[in-house]
């Protein structure tokens, strides 16, 4: 995607905090990015000075800063990913708003629908661009999807079935520490909703959990829910301590459709969809295109003022209500409605 025949300015970024996740599924496809002219590298910060000046280095970024608040004040910088863990992402996000920085936060947005909507309300007020990383509504494979089932082609969409899971026992590792919002529904159970969400074009009424939580961590480690769009449902699990794999599966009045790989998709491989009516069984494929190279584009271009935000910043509100809700329910052990 070349900016230059239309003077596009490329959107200067920084990065707030040194993580895993930047380096494995971020990092490729920003150096695409900036040798296409659409986002510049401008900083990366960490508490620790070392670890930032390092990051900086392997990762193509012109500064290293050893604290977050140093890199905010950077005039340079105009927008920000925060993939900082999920207890610390109100806090920067209204810090980075201050600054005048347009925000990129990973999910889950924060830890409840209030805080969500407080710090969403916040940046809104500040008049800056924010919005949660769900890269996997940019890909093609979830585009085509969303087109299928609104142009009825499977019919009234009655159950959608999801699972995604990995096995990481790890007690260090950030998903498996509560205090730092570690857990099955907080790291993968948000995709299960906001696709469920997303595919049903509404938000469900009630929900109901079954949760299992690991003794001594005390994260869920195995997580169930149904989620009741008032008719058609959508039911999903979720693990952390479970061969990995993920499978969406929609099924309609007129038809089937199943999603292969729905959120971690390659960056170099087509997607699969499987469409199935009366008429037959298709595999549609998709292109091979990298998902995180979609989102920072996108917002890149929101930021410009080019395009508006593929995902509004509502979405991560309304997304956060049913996971509050699960919760509750995990408590009280019957339905909660969704509020």
Known sequence: MHMEHDEFQPVRWGVLGVSGHYRLRVHNPMDDLENEGVVE??????????????????????????????????????????????????????????????????KPFTMSAKETEEAIQYALEKEVLVMEAFMYRLHPQWQHAKRLVSAGEIGEVQNIHVFFSYHNPDPSNIRNRKELGGGAIPDIGCYAVSSSRFLMGREPERVVALVRRDPELEVDTLSSGILDFGGPRALFTVGTRT???????????????????????YPDVPAKLTVQTSVGTRVVETEAIDQYGLEFTAFSLAVRGEMPLPIP??????????????????????????T
């Open 41 to 106: 590298r401008i900083a990366i910060a960490s508490r620790e000075l070392e670890r930032a000046k390092e990051a900086a280095r392997q990762l193509g970024f012109r500064k290293a800063y050893g604290s977050y608040e140093d890199l905010l004040a950077d005039p340079e910088v105009e927008a920000v990913y925060i993939p900082l863990p999920n207890t610390m992402h109100a806090e920067y996000v209204k810090k980075a708003a201050d600054a005048g920085k347009h925000i990129l936060c990973e």
């Open 243 to 265: 061969f990995p794999r993920q499978e969406v599966q929609v099924y309609g009045s007129r038809g089937y459709l199943s999603i292969e790989i729905p959120f971690n998709m």
């Open 313 to 338: 910043p509502e979405d991560a509100i309304a997304n956060q209500k049913v996971l509050d809700a699960l919760f509750r329910s995990e408590e009280s052990g019957t339905w909660e409605k969704v």
